[in-house]
């Protein structure tokens, strides 16, 4: 089993920054990629932002590139999310996910393990 535990999350103005962490302890894999995925009210859960662990090859939703970073820590099992110019919508519960396979994939069904999610409220 995997653990993943999110932290970061939080209320911040429009323009500002938030940094999200998501410590991952348990059962470690060769190879994998993990994810931030994040859903707003009456919305469906979608993909921010993704990473394989092996290279730091990284995938980012096209709403949040060029604000977001994702990026990991091998030596602290550890996958972080900066968020810059944050907007209110990008408000949402944002959780990280692992997948058990070096293969990007969007769809949510493709993640193995998921985190409890933590909130982040971007305020106008």
């Known amino acids: 089993q995997v653990q993943l535990v999110e932290s970061g999350g939080g209320l911040v103005q429009a323009g500002g920054s938030l940094s999200l962490s998501c410590a991952a302890s348990?059962?470690?894999?060769?190879?994998?990629?993990m994810g931030w995925f994040r859903q707003a009210p009456g919305k469906e859960r979608e993909i921010v932002a993704a990473?394989?662990?092996?290279?730091?090859?990284?995938l980012y939703a096209d709403s949040v590139k060029g604000r977001f970073t994702i990026s990991r820590d091998n030596a602290k099992n550890t996958l972080y999310l900066q968020m810059n110019s944050l907007k209110p919508e990008d408000t949402a519960i944002y959780s990280c996910?692992?997948?058990?396979?070096?293969?990007?994939?969007?769809?949510?069904?493709?993640?193995?393990?998921w985190g409890q999610g933590t909130q982040v409220t971007v305020s106008s």
């Open positions: 996910a692992l997948r058990k396979a070096p293969f990007f994939a969007r769809d949510t069904q493709r993640y193995d393990y």
């Open positions: 348990g059962r470690t894999f060769s190879n994998y990629i």
């Open positions: 990473i394989r662990w092996s290279d730091s090859t990284t």
